[in-house]
RNA sequence: GCGACCGUGGCGGAACUGGCAGACGCGCAGGACUUAGGAUCCUGUGGGACCUCCCGUGAGGGUUCGACUCCCUCCGGUCGCACCA
């Protein structure tokens, strides 16, 4: 056929018209309050850079609105909403270069932002838009740290930190990649501040247990398993022959008999009284060494192992010997208790260190490897009355005979830190406290949020530690809410993290501002049907956000614990097999393909470079594929418009070719599984494959394209509703329904079997489908090809497969 | 070092619970239409040969009637964690 009588396919007007219309019709702002059947569908809302939205986001936001777009064809209310992490240090910095102010860049951004994603032609409830930059929104943020204080989740102490000399500010252990900060790598530095802390370990055990509830790939869940990093053991008590006690944690007890040394972290605070005169200043030395290189070398890998004798016993109270005891900076004060029992035999490290600086190795486990055999399967010797037990018997016997003498007890130990919300910063909500000389630590009262941020022109920091909120007098200090006499507020602002840790329950409510999230609407639309996002917040982003709502679950707030039952992740965009990044000079600016091809045909292609939950290579050499796919469309369905004859409908077959009634089936039941699967790639490809099938059929049916436009909605939404219109419908496509599939249609006609002789190929009968077997083997074995192999010899074994395949062992 | 994932044409990638490897698309080649074609349409396209056949999914081995798929060893890559006791 020839488009010869259609209109040309222009994409600009196409998608400026639609995205007129959706607005002017509210197409995408669905009913909160009475939904049919509401679908929460949340993406990951990005942090608006002033570059722009890039490649990436708009894969990810694509592959997200596509989704939302199927369920709403399925029927269901769905909200999808979007907005802006504004606050931060990126930001911040990013001001700073180009010598603005993060209040004017931000602004600024967000309208990009806004109108980028709107060109996109995302599904978005403009109505609900929101920032947390934006007070009417941190007001909330502010309130949650609140609730957080006042159910005894927030607290403040004097700890180390890491610190960042170039962004100036505290960051987070999550934050620091092999002792460099991840936003500007530089090398993080160990500081004593006082902090803000949430106390994440607290629930720490909820969150582990739930996560075999989550609707979660295994990978996102290993990440988080292994970040919370639980691992059961027993603390032990050493004894000085002064009396002073020593507690380690292990989770070997069982090895304790070959306890041969004790190790302190060299900040452990019973260095001091523990060090003999004459080992004094050795120790000092190595002290201030390690505190200098701290979080840096400590963490960097670097195994040799350095460390200083104190010159001082203790009794191991097992074997009831006097063992040294050392400071060496492989030991952490953040972990366990600081100190460990060093068992050269069976800890690798231990073995290292002992062997370094010529201390006892005592086996205690048989084992098949060389020393150190680290192995759990043993069976141990040299361990007095516990001889011949296994390891894991041991285990438990060792710890309650120490128990029993008040030297052991059982504990469960995790990796997981409190979560350091402080930042010395500008660019974030000021946490809401108050310090009054009289009170104390005064709360800012809920009826004085929000605690705005001050538009000060110096916001920069310095190297002081402390925020530059402190440097601005008539904000720092206040009246005391309780007393009334000259207070100071806090001067640190609470890590982005807090601000993204809840937004998800704020998008329903956001027009109320007199609550952060409104009871009803709360429970029609939370928690999250699907969420998808990236995979690169496995841990951090989705940890305190679950950290938050199972927080405000146990203060009554909200009635469920997991904010997100149904995670999905897509994976990354690449440009020449690296991250794009302005550094490397390979970021791709989605504008231009966006002005160049429309978006309905760039939303396509980033779909059909790869599956979305791995992503892909960006190479714009494809892209044309897509476009002519969709230039098929348009002329085929202007074509089907323009033909007289069967009026709109669902299809039946009559008059239908079979082969097209066939492939329709299929396509509609391929594409369905595919898109509920996220997998878009193949979904388009079914949709070409379909294509194809019905120009070479030469089929004009308006019930063979109905439903291909139906399908190619979520995709290219804009196009479709075009094409909705031309086939002489007045609404919009999204109310059109997901086109039902005949399984027995689908499965009609003929099926070609594979014959094969001994595993290999030799021929092929076409026949209906579900002949029995009996006829499909005497056609095979009729077949030249396959007598010729089977070179007379009778069969030995025939296996077979319905509608698949006949295989012939001779 | 530990853990997870991945290696398929010139390229991006398909392949259900083991059952025709290379769907779909790009690119390329030839042809049609055309003043023209970087538009459109048609045909072909993993490699090889003695073109009724053989070889082919990183390498080697195994299980099986049958392996891209399962198992073992090795090589290469990506990501995460990284002295966590």
């Known amino acids: 056929m020839s488009p010869r009588d259609t209109p040309e ?41 002033a570059e722009g939205l890039h490649v990436g986001n708009m894969f990810a936001f694509t592959g997200a609105d596509i989704y939302g777009r199927f369920k709403r064809l399925q029927g269901y209310t769905v909200f999808e909403p979007i907005g802006y992490d504004a606050f931060g240090i990126h930001s911040e910095n990013y001001a700073i270069t180009i010598g603005t102010h993060p209040a004017k860049l931000i602004p600024k951004n967000i309208a990009a932002f806004r ?47 890491n610190w960042c000399p170039k962004d100036k500010t505290v960051l987070a252990n999550e934050q620091v990649i092999n002792g460099h900060c991840e936003r500007c790598n530089t090398l993080v530095e160990q500081r004593f501040l006082e902090q803000w802390f949430f106390a994440i370990t607290k629930h720490a055990q909820r969150l582990l247990d739930n996560l075999d509830r989550l609707d979660w790939s295994d990978s996102t869940r290993t990440l988080q398993r292994n970040w919370i990093g639980r691992s059961e053991g027993a603390e032990l008590t050493f004894e000085t022959p002064a009396g002073q006690k020593i507690t380690v944690f292990t989770t070997r007890p069982d090895t304790v008999f070959g306890a041969t040394y004790l190790v302190l972290a060299p900040e452990h605070p019973l260095v001091d009284t523990l060090t003999a005169r004459e080992q004094q200043a050795a120790v000092r030395g190595y002290q201030r060494e390690a505190q200098s290189k701290d979080v840096v070398t400590r963490r960097v890998g670097d195994t040799t192992k350095t460390g200083v004798f104190l010159g001082s016993y203790v009794r191991n109270p097992a074997t009831g010997e006097s063992i040294p005891i050392w400071i060496a900076d492989y030991v952490l004060m ?33 084992g098949d490897g060389p020393l150190p055999f680290v192995g759990d399967d043993g069976v141990l010797f040299n361990s007095g009355d516990f001889d011949g037990l296994t390891c894991a ?23 997981l830190h409190d979560w350091c919300i402080s930042r010395q910063r500008y660019w974030g909500p000021p946490i809401p406290i108050i310090y009054c000389d ?120 909200v009635s469920f614990e997991e904010p997100f039952p149904k995670l999905r992740a897509h994976g990354i965009i690449v440009k020449d097999g690296s991250k794009m990044s302005k550094s490397r000079g390979n970021v791709v600016v989605p504008d231009i393909y966006i002005n160049q091809w429309g978006a309905d045909t760039f939303r396509m292609y980033l779909m059909f470079l790869g599956p979305f939950q791995e992503g892909g290579d960006f190479r714009d050499e494809g892209i044309t594929g897509i ?44 594409v369905g599984s595919d898109v509920d699967g996220l997998q878009y790639n193949t979904a388009i490809a079914a949709m070409m ?67 094969q002789v001994n595993g290999k190929v030799r021929g092929r009968v076409t026949v209906p489908r579900g002949l029995s077997q009996e006829a499909v083997e005497k056609l095979a074995f009729a077949d030249d090809s396959v007598k010729k192999f089977m070179e007379g010899k009778a069969p030995k074994k025939v296996v077979y497969v319905q509608d698949r395949l006949v295989n012939v062992v001779v």
């Open 115 to 161: 109108n980028q994603l709107h060109r996109l032609g995302g599904m978005f409830d403009w109505r609900h838009e929101l920032a947390t930059t934006d007070p009417k929104y941190y007001k909330w943020t502010q309130w949650l740290f609140l609730q957080l204080y006042k159910a005894g989740l927030a607290y403040k102490k004097r700890a180390a930190v």
């Open 438 to 557: 009289a009170c104390g630590v005064v709360p800012v009262p809920e009826k004085d949020l929000p605690v705005v941020l001050p538009p000060i022109e110096d916001f920069r920091p310095d190297d002081s530690g402390v925020s530059p909120l402190a440097r601005h007098q008539e904000w720092y200090f206040v009246k005391c809410p309780q007393c009334g006499a000259q207070a100071r507020r806090e001067t640190d602002v609470s890590d982005t993290f807090l601000d993204s840790a809840w937004y998800f329950l704020r998008y329903p409510s956001t027009e109320f501002d007199d609550r952060p999230f409104d009871p009803a609407r709360t429970k029609t639309w939370l928690p999250v049907t699907t969420y998808i996002g990236g995979n690169e917040h496995a841990v951090l982003h989705l940890l305190y956000s679950r950290f938050t709502t199972m927080v405000l679950k146990d203060l009554g707030h």
């Open 627 to 670: 476009r002519r796919f969709l230039e098929k469309v348009w002329h085929l369905t202007h074509e089907v418009s323009l033909t007289p004859g069967a009026s709109p409908g669902m299809p039946g077959s009559p008059g239908l070719p079979e082969s097209v009634v066939q492939k329709l089936h299929q396509t509609i039941k391929k």
């Open 334 to 366: 953040e972990y366990g208790t600081g100190a460990i029992m060093a068992v050269p035999a069976h800890d690798e490290r231990d073995h290292e260190f002992a062997t370094k600086f010529k201390l006892p190795i005592k086996p205690v486990v048989k």
């Open 689 to 755: 494959e379909y294509v194809n099938e019905v120009r070479s059929a030469g089929c004009t049916d308006r019930r063979a394209v109905e439903p291909l436009v139906v399908m190619l909605a979520p995709f290219a939404p804009h196009v479709a509703e075009d094409l909705w219109e031309v086939l002489g419908h007045s609404g919009t496509v999204f109310d059109a329904g997901w086109p039902k599939h005949d399984d027995a249609l689908a499965a009609a006609g003929d099926v070609e079997i594979v014959v």
């Open 9 to 49: 396919y222009d994409p600009a007007a196409v998608e400026s018209k639609w995205q007129a219309r959706w607005a002017e019709r509210h197409t995408n702002e669905p009913d909160l309050d009475k939904p049919a059947r509401p679908n929460f569908n949340l993406m990951m809302f990005p942090y608006p850079s």
């Open 393 to 415: 018997v041991a285990r438990k016997k060792i710890v309650a005979w120490l128990a029993g003498r008040g030297a052991a007890s059982a504990r469960v130990q995790y990796r």
